[in-house]
């Protein structure tokens, strides 16, 4: 993979921004980010290389990861939380996820599990919760995924979620599946290869021709 500013230019952006808003410590703080940016950009490389979209991708078909790109930097920002925390450093990995709120306008905390390959387009004021994500997920702005009553929902593999669209609860969502803009699905369940339109108890269904996600991912990410 190729990062555009380099590695090391990517570590001491990191640095400056975490010690422009936060408090960060040259020690113990430096050590763990270090191994997190490593495992990171690890998860990072496996996601990009399953997005066909062409800023992921140089003409000579090399994967490409620039962090002055929103979405890709929300991306390795989350990453990089997740795999902080992963490894115990909690401190650092909350840090980092009010980072990327403070940068892309996204909450996605460390602790929610997102899938090995899933991209985001204008992730401004997309609120990701607790939920069960298969691969190939795609969110934009505005959109929320979250509880209800103390159920998360459960989302399928190629699940696109357009601008401010919700999802919450007890939801079940099939494979194959988009949710429209500024639909909202609470305690339903969403038969796979569906567009689903509408608002809570007022849905309407109808069969997904195509899906979107085949734009966004490679046919390999199942």
């Known amino acids: 993979m190729v990062i555009e500013p380099g590695l090391d230019k990517l570590r001491n952006l990191v640095i400056r ?3 422009n808003v936060f408090e960060f410590d040259g020690g113990e703080d430096s050590a763990a980010l270090d191994s ?3 495992s990171a950009l690890g998860r990072v490389e496996r996601c990009f290389s399953g997005i066909v979209l062409k ?10 990861f620039n962090p002055f790109h929103s979405g890709q930097y929300c991306i390795f920002l989350y990453y990089l939380g997740r795999e902080l925390s992963l490894q115990g450093a909690a401190g650092l990995a909350d840090r980092v996820y009010y980072l990327n709120r403070a940068l892309n306008g996204v909450d996605l905390f460390h602790q929610v599990e997102l899938p090995d390959v899933f991209c985001v387009e204008h992730p401004l004021g997309s609120v990701i919760g607790r939920a069960r994500f298969g691969n ?3 969110f934009a702005q505005g959109v929320t ?6 159920a998360y929902p459960v989302i399928g593999a190629h699940v ?19 949710l429209s803009a500024n639909s909202y699905v609470k305690d339903a369940v969403i038969p796979p290869h569906s567009i689903v339109f509408g608002q809570d108890r007022h849905l309407v269904i109808k069969p997904n021709p195509g899906g979107l996600t085949a734009e966004i991912f490679h046919s390999s990410v199942a």
Request: charged content about 20%; proline content about 0%; glycine content about 18%.
């Open 17 to 19: 921004q975490l010690s």
């Open 145 to 150: 995924v979250g509880g209800n009553k103390g």
């Open 160 to 178: 696109s979620m357009l601008s401010n669209s919700k999802v919450v609860g007890a939801s079940v969502i099939g494979d194959h599946v988009i």
């Open 36 to 38: 997190g940016i490593h």
């Open 55 to 64: 800023r992921y991708r140089r003409e000579d078909g090399a994967v490409v």
């Open 136 to 138: 190939g997920f795609f």
